[in-house]
T-cell receptor, first 114, second 114 residues
Framework: DAKTTQPPSMDCAEGRAANLPCNHS???????VYWYRQIHSQGPQYIIH???NNETNEMASLIITEDRKSSTLILPHATLRDTAVYYC???????????????FGKGTSLLVTP | KAGVTQTPRYLIKTRGQQVTLSCSPI?????VSWYQQTPGQGLQFLFE???????NKGNFPGRFSGRQFSNSRSEMNVSTLELGDSALYLC?????????????FGSGTRLTVV
């Protein structure tokens, strides 16, 4: 699976957009970008994933550059409850052959302040 | 619907003892994965089970083992506990239908070895 690079920490003011970057310059054509987050003392929570098109759901938007070497997770209106560690993971689509292991890395610790 | 249930939530054991942790996946989910989380190493993949068979295994010693039952419930066992085994152990389940689905994690079992 491709390696990812994320900043160790970021701050964001409540109500503003939080833009979390992720570099994955060695990503392969069949690898997806997944984002999870972990709020303190809880299990990780799936946020969103994408292959090459931008994606949006009720939680966030995922912007993937045209060359797919980097992506940005956008939380449009951050709240205090969005304070968490955010993980960017790149891997092939999980299936019965490839399995379901996730390589979480260190992630970005996002602090949303009042 | 009920989420992923892990029991017990907290556990204190003595070095040299063994421990068994339990995970009940979301109804209908057939894939169950286990992760260890420590402050130093972060989230690390232990193993994954599907239809009572271990499909993937992480880089952990043989003291760590697991199994899955016909109802998809899973247990993991750690024998001859060491102080370094103190960690949050997380279980995740999946529908096993490819990239469209993320994993759902439980809240974890926090194991302390003294």
């Amino acid at each position: 699976d491709a390696k990812t690079t994320q900043p160790p920490s970021m701050d964001c003011a409540e109500g503003r957009a939080a833009n979390l970057p992720c570099n994955h310059s060695t990503i392969s054509g069949n690898e997806y970008v997944y984002w999870y987050r972990q709020i303190h003392s809880q299990g990780p929570q799936y946020i969103i994933h994408g292959l090459k098109n931008n994606e949006t759901n009720e939680m966030a938007s995922l912007i993937i550059t045209e060359d797919r070497k980097s992506s940005t997770l956008i939380l449009p209106h951050a709240t205090l409850r969005d304070t968490a560690v955010y993980y960017c993971i790149v891997r092939v689509a999980p299936n019965s052959n490839s399995g379901y292991a996730l390589n979480f890395g260190k992630g970005t610790s996002l602090l949303v302040t009042p | 619907k009920a989420g992923v249930t892990q029991t017990p939530r907290y556990l204190i054991k003595t070095r040299g003892q063994q421990v068994t942790l339990s995970c009940s996946p979301i109804s209908g989910h057939r894939s169950v994965s286990w992760y260890q989380q420590t402050p130093g190493q972060g989230l690390q993949f232990l193993f994954e089970y599907f239809s009572e068979t271990q499909r993937n295994k992480g880089n952990f010693p043989g003291r760590f083992s697991g199994r899955q039952f016909s109802n998809s419930r899973s247990e993991m066992n750690v024998s001859t506990l060491e102080l370094g085994d103190s960690a949050l152990y997380l279980c995740a389940s999946s529908l096993d239908q490819g990239a469209s689905y993320g994993y759902t994690f439980g809240s974890g079992t926090r194991l302390t070895v003294v």
